[in-house]
Nanobody, 115 residues
């Protein structure tokens, strides 16, 4: 299973970014998918997840109302739309699949929010 995340970059406070993660190899297109992040010096934390059929979505309290997770099973991708970004959103963002153990991880994409 390979997960390739993209879309990170530098953005100002209040701006938006859209992350995308493409799964390939033996990645099941209908497996649950999620996004996690790790800030400098911090631990990896949960950001958002989406069920296999896309009907159930879960968000960390810190991103509710600002981030939106979505998926395209035909393309085996999962996206994270991030709006109204804050400096504390600065982190490396990782996509993952195969909950609840989150067996597989992408390489991460850096998001930097400048104030």
């Amino acid at each position: 299973v390979q997960l390739q995340a993209s879309g990170g970059g530098l953005v100002q406070v209040g701006g938006s970014l859209r992350l995308s993660c493409a799964a390939s190899g033996r990645a099941h297109s209908r497996a649950g998918k999620g996004w996690f992040r790790q800030a400098p010096g911090g631990r990896r934390e949960f950001v958002a997840s989406i069920s296999g059929n896309g009907e159930d979505k879960f968000y960390a309290d810190s991103v509710k109302g600002r981030f939106t997770i979505s998926r395209d099973n035909a393309k085996n991708t999962v996206d994270l739309q991030m709006d109204n970004l804050k400096p504390e959103d600065t982190a490396v963002y990782y996509c993952s699949t195969e909950p609840p153990t989150w067996e597989y991880w992408g390489q991460g994409t850096l998001v930097t929010v400048s104030s």
